[in-house]
């Protein structure tokens, strides 16, 4: 195929906007939570134990160590077979719609939760539908 037949646009990278510095923040923490969620579903699969570590100066910054990681898994496999499939976020399930009781996605197999994640959730971070979940999420419980 020829150049010239190519759909050809002046568009940069992609950038995730949004309203607040807090929410693209948060918008980005997810979005983390999201590669570190098809690792652990991928090492499942293929039947892997994934370590991840970060490195870690010390107070004086002379040495740096490796700290080993322990990713929290937002998905399990059901009692039925099944599994389940939630999106955390500062520790909280966020609901998926108008109705706050419902954070949990059920998904047939690993391979469900992996295209749920990645064809689902992601577009919905980035277009801004989960917005106020996010902001929710961010709010202090209220005290009785």
């Not at 693209?24 to 039947?47: F, H, P, W």
């Not at 999106?87 to 399930?93: F, G, K, N, T, V």
């Not at 749920?116 to 971070?125: D, N």
């Amino acid at each position: 195929m020829p150049i010239r037949d190519l759909n050809i646009t002046d568009e940069g990278r992609f950038h995730m906007e949004a309203a607040s510095p807090v929410l693209a923040k948060a918008r980005a923490a997810v979005l983390r939570g999201i590669g570190v969620q098809v690792e652990l579903i991928r090492a499942e699969r293929d039947g892997r134990i994934l370590t991840p570590t970060k490195p870690v100066k010390s107070k004086d910054g002379s040495q740096t160590t490796e700290r080993r990681l322990r990713p929290r898994k937002w998905f399990w496999r059901n009692a039925d077979g099944t599994y389940r499939l939630v999106i955390l976020y500062a520790h909280r399930p966020l609901p998926l719609l108008s109705n706050p009781a419902k954070t949990t996605i059920v998904c047939a197999d690993l391979d469900e939760v992996e295209r749920v994640l990645t064809t689902v959730v992601l577009p919905g971070l980035i277009s801004g539908e989960l917005d106020d979940a996010l902001l929710a999420a961010k709010m202090p419980k209220s005290q009785p």
